[in-house]
């Protein structure tokens, strides 16, 4: 690990981070918020800082896939301190955990809140709580790749340690212009939408709030019952599309708009399924619902579709209370907390391509007890997989089910309710925002003890960077480092 | 017409036997001096040695003055570039043979205008666009299809157990129109008449429509099974083309394949197709995976006799029918006889395509049955031909071992009886024994 190219990378990260707090503080000073002079303290001190540690640690160091991962899971922590302090300062979450645990929250774009009151907060700091979740959508080390084309061929080891999914695509020949083009969409995307929504009638503060949260698949609202507070079907609607856009892989966006053809989401195999699943899972619920409720078929469906591509999207969006739901529709929404968008989008849980590597791979097990000598290779996409990416998906699927069982196990022992521990792990890890039972969609995780949100926080960092990136930097042989040992001896 | 053969192989050597005798120029061009020499002894063409893309040989074959140009060497670039020339030099007609799939596959090439490849011929998917029709037809040792598809011709081999054995022709009835336009019988090709018995061991060759060919087929005593697995030995071109074919027409295939490497190839090609690693002459894995319920079982490795010994083998292994491909076509009727169902030779089912596509005009082959015993001709009538238009067939003199086996008129297929009457537009399809080709060109003047 070379210590001091980390920290200065780590150093430019802060700078574009401090660079981003001046839009809250524009914000703030725009509706004469006394928050002002928080962002007025923090974006230089952050900005400051992350300069200090640039120019002391400037190098010529090219990095190396090491180097990647540190950069990523150090960027994300870091990000997510120095993200704290808005809070902090403004005395809105006076405790460093609660106000670390929000940050975690809008960087992975989980959406889970501890603030039970959110109507009564500064303009500014929404925005910025909102901002948050947008910078960590696609990746706050992506956005760093697309800015900085200087990284070279580094660039694309940072790339594969923050994008989402089993295989890394780069649609451009370069890193940084993959993760330019991918930047550029999710604009588009966030802009069209936030257009839509305030020609619906949303005020255009919220619509843009809105917009970044729904595109980042965070799920953070301006408003204490989320989008059911506008109780409009066509802001559901255009909500459902946009979470339904950003669950998909962003280089199949990428495709549709360069050979013009819409043909490609359902040519894509794994765009296909996922969309299979949601119609099947909205299926489920809707005929699940019909017996009990007393509203329209077309509200049912509209509420459950909602439901349904907000958690499975990882968005974490709320129309209705699925706390209150029938037992299958409500089992069906935990087993989506699992699946998870597609790779490659802004989208938390497994994803779909995982699924479908397992699913092709199990398949192809169970022929070979058939065919002892069966020579088979996996497909996704017509492309072929590698052994390795497929015994790294399987690890994948082990670890994230043995982090939920212990996690459960030890939020548990903080004594919270099996139920309510199990699905707020999962939606935690999955980056989906509110779980069922205590931590469900119209609580809040205030009453939660500090330590079950220190360990809240590092699930959602866990899921969002996959596992993989923040655990190798456990591993001791990470930091060993062969120059330095040979200069002790 | 003047023929220019580029590359003196089995393939561009039949070709060029062919069309000689036939009464053409032909110019072979073979960059072997010792190949160029065995053609040049053995047929009445003109050999020139050397490369079939330099500018040299062109001068020398006066390129300007060819009709046709058929390019056949090993090598597929090699084969387009002569082409290409060939093109730009003013020659008519093109035939290239390239077997690279990543060319050969590629639709667009073909079609490229720059390239000037009239026909682009690849040796492996002809073969197994023959090996897929006689799998869909399991009990046919030979399948030919005329008037786009309207009719088939069937070649059937009567089985002991056949309960028609000992009929004659004229007592066999079939619920709609049929003719059994030929019974090899000892090597013998016999045009019947209606009071020939059937005996073990004939071979018939049977022209119906194609929708009827099942309940024809129940008459003469067969049975179509339908097969439901395909066993291929050796994952070479041809058996990929093949597996290709089958995915998705609901069989179960196998291939087994040496090689690991290209297993893994295989896989990351084929989606359905169960790919198997291991030696095709190995009987464990053989018996391991059913070869017993194997109803098709296709030897394509690239060893002639190990096809053949494979084939024989799971022939006693209780496999349906096997289909063995043989190179040297010299082995292919020994092959038959010792119990192997069907030889396919890709080379020469490639000059017999070349042929088909180059030969135009009223009178042409258009399949070559038997190794060259027995051919196919395709004919139009015109008003001009007096010795047969509105007559009735049987006052035709057609010479002895031939026969009329379809008319195709207005869109329809009629399998003809003796007082059908020909008309000018007909198309007819005429089956020959090879020693009377002559004589029945000499009935279209």
């Not at chain 1, 960087?107 to 979740?133: H, Y």
């Not at chain 1, 078929?297 to 209370?321: M, P």
């Not at chain 2, 015993?373 to 047969?388: D, G, N, R």
């Amino acid at each position: 690990m070379q210590k001091k190219l980390i920290l200065s990378t780590l150093g430019k990260i802060m700078i574009i981070l401090g660079l981003s707090m001046l839009i809250p503080l524009a914000v703030s000073v725009i509706y004469r918020e006394s928050l002002a002079f928080v962002f007025l303290v923090v974006a230089p001190l952050t900005g400051g800082v992350g300069f200090l540690l640039y120019y002391c640690f400037k190098t010529e160091d090219r990095m190396r896939p090491k180097d990647g991962f540190a950069v990523v899971t150090y960027g994300w922590l870091i990000a997510s301190v120095f993200g704290a302090l808005p809070y902090l300062f403004s005395g809105a979450l006076p405790h460093f955990a609660d106000a670390f645990f929000e940050t975690m929250s809008g960087f992975t774009t989980t959406g889970s809140s501890v603030i039970d009151n959110i109507e009564i907060l500064p303009k500014g700091l929404l925005l910025w709580r909102s901002l948050t979740q947008w910078l960590g959508g696609v990746g706050i080390i992506v956005l760093f790749v697309a800015l900085l084309s200087t990284l070279g061929v580094s660039g694309m080891q940072i790339f594969k340690a923050e994008m989402t999914g089993p295989i890394a695509e780069k649609i451009r020949p370069r890193a940084s212009d993959s993760a330019k083009n991918i930047w550029l969409i999710y604009i588009a995307l966030t802009l069209i939408q936030t257009i839509l929504l305030a020609l619906c009638g949303m005020d255009w503060f919220d619509a843009v709030n809105h917009a970044l949260a729904t595109t980042s698949t965070g799920g953070f609202s301006t408003k204490n019952s989320s989008l059911g507070y506008f109780d409009n079907a066509l802001i559901e609607w255009i909500t459902i599309i946009f979470m339904l856009l950003c669950g998909v892989n962003f280089s199949v966006h990428y495709q549709v708009l360069k050979q013009k053809s819409l043909a490609i989401f359902f040519k894509t195999k794994v765009t296909r399924i996922y969309l299979i699943i949601i119609a099947a899972a909205t299926i489920f619920i809707v005929v699940d619902m019909l017996s009990e409720t007393t509203n329209g078929l077309g509200e049912t469906i509209r509420c459950a579709a909602f439901q349904v591509v907000s958690v499975i999207t990882s968005t974490g969006f709320i129309t209705d209370d699925y706390d209150q739901w029938p037992h299958l529709a409500m089992a069906t929404i935990i087993f989506l907390m699992f699946i998870g968008g597609c790779a490659g989008s802004t989208s938390g849980g497994m994803k779909v391509d995982r699924w479908v590597i397992l699913f092709g791979q199990a398949r192809h097990e169970l022929q070979r007890t058939l065919h002892p000598r069966m020579v088979t290779r996996l497909k996704v996409n017509d492309l072929p997989i590698s052994d390795h990416v497929i015994i790294n998906v399987a690890i994948f699927f082990f670890l994230y089910i043995f982090i939920c069982i212990i996690s459960t196990l030890f939020i548990a022992s903080c004594g919270i309710d099996f139920f309510s521990a199990f699905t707020a792990v999962a939606a935690s890890l999955g980056n989906v925002g509110p779980a069922l039972g205590a931590f469900g969609p119209t609580e809040s995780f205030a009453q939660a003890p500090v330590l079950a949100k220190y360990l809240f926080a590092f699930l959602m960092l866990l899921g969002r960077l996959e596992i993989f990136t923040v655990l190798v930097i456990v591993l001791p042989q990470f930091h060993f480092n062969r120059h330095e040992h040979r200069q002790k001896h | 017409m003047r023929t220019a053969i580029i590359g003196a192989g089995k393939v561009g050597y039949n070709i060029a036997q062919v069309l000689s005798k036939e009464g053409h120029d032909v110019i072979v061009i073979e960059h072997d001096e010792d190949r160029g020499k065995i053609v040049e002894e053995n047929l009445d063409v003109q050999v020139l040695v050397g490369n079939g893309a330099s500018a040299k040989i062109f001068a020398q074959m006066d390129i300007e003055h060819i009709d046709l140009l058929v390019a056949v060497t090993e090598f597929d670039e090699l084969n387009m570039l002569s082409c290409m020339l060939a093109k730009q030099h003013g020659v008519m007609r093109t035939v290239a043979r390239v077997r690279d799939p990543d060319y050969a596959d590629d639709v667009q090439l073909a079609k490229n205008p720059l390239l000037g490849i009239d026909l682009l011929i690849n040796p492996e998917k002809v073969a197994a666009k023959e090996i897929m029709k006689l799998i869909k037809i399991p009990e046919a040792l030979n399948v030919n299809y005329f008037a786009g598809g309207m009719m088939q011709m069937l070649e059937l081999m009567v089985q002991p157990d056949n309960k028609m054995v000992g009929k004659a022709l004229k007592d066999i009835r079939g619920r709609s129109r049929f003719l059994i336009v030929a019974i090899i019988r000892r090597e013998q090709v016999i045009i019947p008449r209606g009071d020939d018995k059937l005996k073990t061991g004939d071979r018939l060759f049977v022209m119906a429509e194609t929708d009827n060919m099942k309940t024809i087929e129940r008459s003469l005593g067969f049975e179509r099974e339908m097969a439901h697995s395909v066993m291929i030995l050796g994952g070479s071109r041809i058996g990929f083309y093949l597996a290709t074919l089958l995915e998705g027409s609901g069989l179960e295939v196998k291939i087994v394949e040496k090689d690991y490497a290209h297993c893994r190839k295989l896989a990351a090609l084929l989606d359905e197709t169960i790919i198997l690693h291991g030696d095709g002459s190995d009987v464990d894995l053989l018996q391991e995976e059913g070869i017993k319920d194997t109803d098709v079982l296709v030897a394509l490795t690239e060893d002639d006799k190990l096809n053949l010994l494979v084939s024989l083998l799971a022939k006693r292994l209780g496999a349906g029918k096997t289909i063995a491909q043989i190179r040297r076509s010299d082995y292919v009727p020994l092959i038959e006889t010792v119990g192997i169902d069907v030889a396919v030779s890709p080379r020469s089912l490639t000059a017999e395509a070349i042929l088909q596509f180059v030969r135009k005009g009223n009178f042409l082959s258009i399949a070559i049955l038997e190794q060259g015993h027995a051919e196919v001709y395709e004919v139009v009538i015109t008003p001009q031909m007096s010795k047969l238009v509105n007559k009735e067939i049987k006052q035709i003199n057609f010479p002895k071992g031939s026969i009329i086996a379809a008319i195709f008129r207005q869109g329809r297929a009629i399998i003809p009886g003796g007082q059908d009457i020909l008309m000018a537009g007909d198309r007819i399809t005429i089956f020959a024994a090879a020693h009377v080709a002559n004589k029945i060109e000499g009935l279209f003047h």
